[in-house]
């Protein structure tokens, strides 16, 4: 009996204590930071890549998580849905056109993608973004977003910007979390020859201000080269990002795919990880910038390796279920299939053959991706 009541008082008196702890390690594990980045619906935001803290989101992807340990079978918790295949730019590194010539052909309209969204709730993905293409030529994508039961999954885009500003409001009041905008210099000729579209820089510019403005969190997404790192055009961007008090700047690495697919130079000399996640712990340590995530990190095999079929997959304009949005191998096609039998599919796959999406893999196409470097303390 004392037991037990000593065990209440103790519950009373640590159980805050503890779930900040649990919450912590964990935000340090997955992101390597614990900022705050924002708030959605009055919850806290850690990342575009998580639901907010204490959120009914969260819920449902922490459910899944423990239901997917039960039952041993990986379930899908983000997924990415192209809902265009237009794109007003020819960036130098476009991995989304070369990969359509093998996929289908006719671009899902609103009752496939409300359907698709029902049913990848019903299934529990708590995490829905938007791609292209350049997701905002589909005019319709307020609505789509609107389709989304925010109790059970949050919602982001990722676009190029240049038909942001205008969109902004919309994307509010549609319920969107987070808005990505792709920067890949701090200055606009170098950021509209890559992306080949001249006022790109400062259209996509006007569209952070403009979702800043109507309350969106807002993001900028990056691909960093070995030029970029060693000019110091990437750390340019996290300033920028500094200034335009974005929340969140998300890392990715040029891959040798796509557009890219000739540069073998980027899978036999690859980044060097180790000075790019340096750079990325030390703004991450300072509260002044935004919360950085860092895609080398989060693929790194030591943290959680290659998600595809495992916890995430992309679903094309046409409707074709991949892998991930680098590894344009359908599965399935939610036009003629269930969402949940592609996936338990493609999760058989994944496990039972990893070579088969290991190797078409932009990251198995490096020599190694192994555990890079010691990280700083972000306390
Ligand atoms: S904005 Fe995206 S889809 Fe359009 S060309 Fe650039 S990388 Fe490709
Ligand atoms: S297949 Fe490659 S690009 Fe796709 S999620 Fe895995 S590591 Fe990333």
């Known amino acids: 009996m004392l037991d037990k009541v000593r065990y209440m008082v103790a519950t009373l008196r640590h159980s805050m204590s503890y779930a900040n702890a649990i919450n912590d390690f964990f935000l340090e594990y997955y992101l390597r930071h614990k900022k705050i980045i924002g708030w959605y619906k009055g919850l806290p935001v850690y990342s575009s890549f998580l639901t907010p803290g204490l959120s009914k989101p969260l819920a449902n992807l922490l459910s899944r998580r423990l239901i997917s340990s039960l039952i041993d079978k990986p379930l899908p918790g983000i997924v990415h849905i192209g809902v265009t295949n237009t794109c007003n ?42 791609v292209g293409g350049e997701p905002l030529l589909r005019k319709e994508l307020p609505d789509i977003i609107a389709c989304i039961d925010k109790d059970k999954s949050v919602s982001s885009i990722y676009t190029n910007g240049w038909f942001l500003a205008p969109m902004a409001a919309s994307l509010k009041k549609a319920g969107t979390m987070l808005v990505n905008a792709s920067l890949d210099a701090p200055d606009a000729e170098a950021h509209d020859a890559f992306r080949r579209l001249p006022g790109l820089f400062e259209r996509a510019l006007e569209g952070i201000k403009a979702c800043r403005r109507h309350g969106l969190l807002t993001g900028i997404s990056t691909t960093v080269t070995q030029e970029g790192l060693a000019s110091g055009s990437f750390e340019h961007i996290l300033h920028l990002a500094k200034k335009l008090r974005v929340n969140e700047v998300i890392v990715f690495d040029a891959m040798p795919v796509g557009m890219y697919s000739h540069r073998v130079d980027l899978s036999k000399k690859p980044l060097d990880r180790k000075k790019l996640l340096e ?13 950085i995530f860092c895609y080398a990190h989060f693929r790194d095999t030591i943290s959680f390796g290659c998600s595809a079929g495992r916890n995430y997959c992309y679903i094309s304009p046409y409707g074709d279920v991949c892998p991930c949005d680098f590894t344009a191998m359908p599965v399935g096609n939610i036009k003629d299939t269930e969402f949940a039998r592609i996936w338990l599919k493609m999760a058989a796959e994944k496990r ?19 555990h890079i470097g010691s990280r700083k303390s972000t306390s």
Request: hydrophobic share 35%; net charge negative.
């Open 352 to 370: 039972n053959s990893s070579n088969e999406y290991m190797n078409s893999c932009c990251a198995s196409q490096e020599e190694e991706i192994y």
């Open 279 to 291: 750079i990325v712990d030390t703004y991450n340590a300072d509260p002044s910038y935004p919360g």
């Open 89 to 130: 730019a020819k960036c130098e590194h476009c991995s989304f056109f070369t990969a359509m010539d093998t996929l289908g052909t006719r671009v899902m309209d609103f009752a496939e993608l409300q359907k698709l969204i029902r049913s990848l709730q019903a299934y529990g993905v708590a995490i829905i973004n938007f």
